[in-house]
């Protein structure tokens, strides 16, 4: 049956793919100077961010049913480890992102405005994304964990090479 859990394991793609794209544009502008570019860049941003909030609402309630053992199988202790952390480094790196649309859809929504900082601003909205796509990609990689046993680095003592017969 399709839940918030499958709903959550897509979007969280979003915001971790979408700001590192995001950067792209917005590195190009320092360099060419052009407003296209600029708009191009914090639209990425921006539309990357608004799966934050439903990446993170979605989140809670998949958080909630894997340490009640609603969702199956049950993790091993290594994974519920890894479901805390995850959730916890969310937490935190959603702060910053919430921060960051508020900025993004600032700057688009007065776009055509003439003020003194905006060449700052963008430099600002740029280095916070670098710190966005840094956080987004620890919590994914905390995320993986949680189902990829064959993946710790803490466990790659279980894991064996199949003997081949002579």
């Not at 998949?62 to 290594?78: N, Q, R, V, Y």
């Not at 916890?88 to 929504?109: D, M, R, W």
């Not at 796509?133 to 620890?138: N, R």
Request: aromatic share 12%; charged share 15%.
């Amino acid at each position: 049956m399709f839940d918030l859990a499958h709903i959550h394991v897509m979007i969280v793609h979003l915001p971790i793919i979408g700001t590192a794209l995001a950067v792209l544009p917005l590195f190009w502008w320092i360099y060419k100077k052009d407003a296209t570019i600029q708009l191009v860049g914090l639209v990425l941003m921006g539309v990357s961010l608004i799966g934050l909030p439903i990446a993170m609402g979605t989140g809670e309630e998949t958080f909630e049913k894997f340490m009640t053992g609603s969702i199956l199988p049950d993790l091993d202790s290594a994974g519920s480890h890894y479901a805390l952390l995850h959730y916890q480094a969310a937490e935190t790196v959603s702060k910053i992102g919430y921060i960051a649309l508020v900025i993004v859809a600032g700057q688009i929504f007065f776009w055509n405005k003439k003020f003194k900082y905006k060449k700052a601003l963008l430099v600002v909205t740029t280095a916070i994304n670098l710190l966005l796509i840094v956080g987004f990609s620890y919590v994914g990689y905390l995320g993986w964990q949680i189902r990829h046993p064959e993946f710790r680095a803490d466990t790659t003592q279980w894991i064996t090479a199949p003997t081949l017969a002579k």
